[in-house]
């Protein structure tokens, strides 16, 4: 069974087996140019690539002539695959988005020939990333969700009994798997695209260039249908700690039970592409800046791949929009001050990079660290969630516990909905300072993160 980057399986159905973290076989290329590249593997049969072969993300500069593109794409043996311009970069005076251009040539090889022309403003990598997660299975009344807990947990509990579990005004966007927005301890929470739902089937009613994105859209499959089954289990896990409903009697409550969940599905079976984000990140921006939704931040469990400026733009256009991007660490074991971890590593002012931690208050064995990139730790092993399940050959709701950076993340998540329905006026900036602030010292984390500490929503 593979290791991702960002969750570690575990199995319900059998003994569970812990899987040590494991690093990326390298492969070596043909130019080395680019450091990032040399050190990223086109292609590993049991990984899958790391970035998609024969594709290249470029931004010609704005002007360009069409002349110029056309010999730019001769000498990569290129041709255009998709042009991007997302409703946010149109928002922003940008009509000329990036590119997706598909060569025959190898692709660090076409990165090298494309960013030695002067019309081109970056060229990189269409980056692959990844999250995997499985199963074990109640959670809250019989101590299950220790990562709620005081103690060494989140703290959330104690939140809760000073009531500060309604977010009901504040939305969370998961980019990510789609998730289950019918699970009973969900559905309540599942919001929806108010234009689009008010609207005419078929059409697209709020001008993004997406019809009937009612719940999100599934830019995996580039349709409205976020949901797709059981394989979106893990979509539907980091939903569940963001914002399981609580007090219903029924499964896990979530950190805030009654935040507003949104998805931009960009994994897929395969993984998702650097495109494919860049389109999740933007989607966020936009439904914020022109239909004025309360998007707090964006729950990032997923990475791989190395820098990519294109989705270095996207990001800061959510810190323009106030959005708060949240990103795990990753699961490989790696010093991130050393060896960088994308999406954790970027340093717009709206990342917050979260860590694991166990519910000894130890740094979870898989979890990758950072003494100044990243920022705090949050429960990460034995979390309890919501997850879709397979009951004769139906699609049944079901909970599951699951191990990983990427389980962390949607606690931070959690707490930024909950700080920022406490205080309707405070900016990203802001709710990232209160939650770094509040972090608990912990041993474990001390040299290993910015905070040296770990989540406490209790202290803000």
Not at 71 to 81: S, T
Request: charged letters at 15%.
């Amino acid at each position: 069974m593979k290791v991702s980057p960002f969750v570690l399986r575990l199995s319900s159905l059998a003994a569970a087996t812990a899987l040590a973290a494991c690093s990326p076989e390298q492969t070596s290329l043909t130019s080395p140019a680019d450091p990032a590249l040399a050190a990223a593997p086109q292609a590993a049969v049991a990984r899958g690539p790391e970035f998609v072969p024969g594709e290249v993300i470029v931004r010609f500069r704005p002007g360009a002539s069409s002349a110029s593109r056309g010999e730019i794409m001769r000498l990569a043996n290129a041709q255009v695959g998709e042009k991007i311009v997302t409703a946010a970069m149109r928002g922003r005076g940008d009509s000329e988005g990036i590119t997706v251009l598909r060569t025959s040539m190898n692709v660090p090889d076409a990165i090298a020939s494309l960013k030695a022309h002067a019309d081109v403003e970056y060229a990189e990598p269409n980056w692959v990333y990844t999250t995997d997660a499985t199963s074990n299975d109640t959670y809250y009344t019989n101590n299950s969700l220790w990562g709620m807990a005081a103690g060494n947990g989140s703290g959330a509990v104690t939140a809760w009994t000073n009531n500060k579990q309604n977010c009901g005004a504040v939305y969370i966007g998961i980019i990510d798997e789609g998730y289950m927005y019918t699970h009973p301890d969900l559905a309540a929470n599942a919001a929806k695209n108010p234009i689009e739902a008010a609207g005419r089937a078929g059409v697209d009613d709020d001008g993004n260039g997406l019809v009937d994105d009612i719940y999100g859209w599934d830019f995996a499959g580039n349709n409205s249908t976020v949901f797709d089954g059981v394989g979106d289990d893990h979509g539907t896990h980091v939903a569940g700690t963001i914002g399981g409903v609580g007090a219903n009697g029924t499964g896990v409550a979530g950190v805030c039970w009654s935040v507003k969940l949104m998805n931009a599905k960009f994994l897929g079976s395969t993984g998702g592409t650097t495109a494919n984000a860049v389109k999740a990140v933007d989607y966020f921006t936009n439904l914020k800046t022109r239909q004025g939704l309360n998007i707090a931040a964006t729950s990032n469990s997923w990475g791989g791949g190395g820098f990519s400026q294109a989705l270095a733009d996207a990001i800061t256009r959510a810190n323009t929009a106030g959005i708060l991007f949240v990103a795990a660490a990753g699961n490989s074991t790696l010093d991130c001050n050393i060896s960088a971890c994308y999406p954790a590593n970027y340093p717009q002012d709206n990342v917050i990079s979260v860590a694991s931690i166990t519910s000894t208050g130890g740094i979870s064995s898989f979890s990758n660290f950072g003494a100044t990139t990243i920022d705090i730790g949050a429960p990460g092993s034995g979390i309890w969630s919501t997850v879709p399940v397979s009951s004769k050959g139906k699609v049944a709701a079901g909970y599951a516990s699951y191990n990983g950076t990427s389980m962390a993340t949607p606690h931070v998540s959690g707490a930024v909905a909950m700080y920022k329905a406490a205080n309707p006026l405070a900016t990203a900036a802001q709710i990232k300072a209160a939650i770094l602030n509040a972090a608990t010292p912990t041993a474990s984390l001390s040299g290993k993160t910015l905070t040296g500490g770990r989540l406490n929503v209790a202290g803000f």
